[in-house]
């Protein structure tokens, strides 16, 4: 099932018409929301969290969490230079939809290790706290 958020479209009508498969995994332990956050696709991210917010909390076989799989993808595009601006956004975006979920330590760690890319995220999620 969690091929299904690979297309935020389908994987938007399959999850609104079966909400229990959005915490599903696969054999690597991927929930669908992982393997949105790791593509990049904040409409999926975002309609998963909507659905199943429990699920951002589930880590997959090497105990990694949607954050950090967003994160993962930000890192990976921002060390390589990408110069590809939307796939950038796409992953800032589905980090963003993330950070308000999961223990702050937890968020905090995730941040630190994607290192430089994830700055902006770093002063979203502070001031988003320091407001709440």
Known sequence: MSEAAH??????VLFEAAPEAAPAHNEHGCTPLHKAAHKGHTD????LLGLAS?????RDAD???QLQHA????RQLHEEHMPVEYMLEHAIAAAHALLRFGP?????AALQAAG???LPL???YVSTRLRA
Request: charged share 10%; net charge positive; glycine share 4%.
């Open 104 to 108: 702050a330590a937890d968020v905090l």
């Open 63 to 65: 105990q990694r969490t």
């Open 7 to 12: 297309c935020h479209r389908t994987g938007k």
């Open 44 to 47: 999926t991210v975002q309609c």
């Open 116 to 118: 430089a890319a994830a």
């Open 71 to 74: 994160l993962l993808t930000l």
């Open 122 to 124: 770093f002063a979203n």
């Open 54 to 58: 429990q699920a951002a909390a589930l």
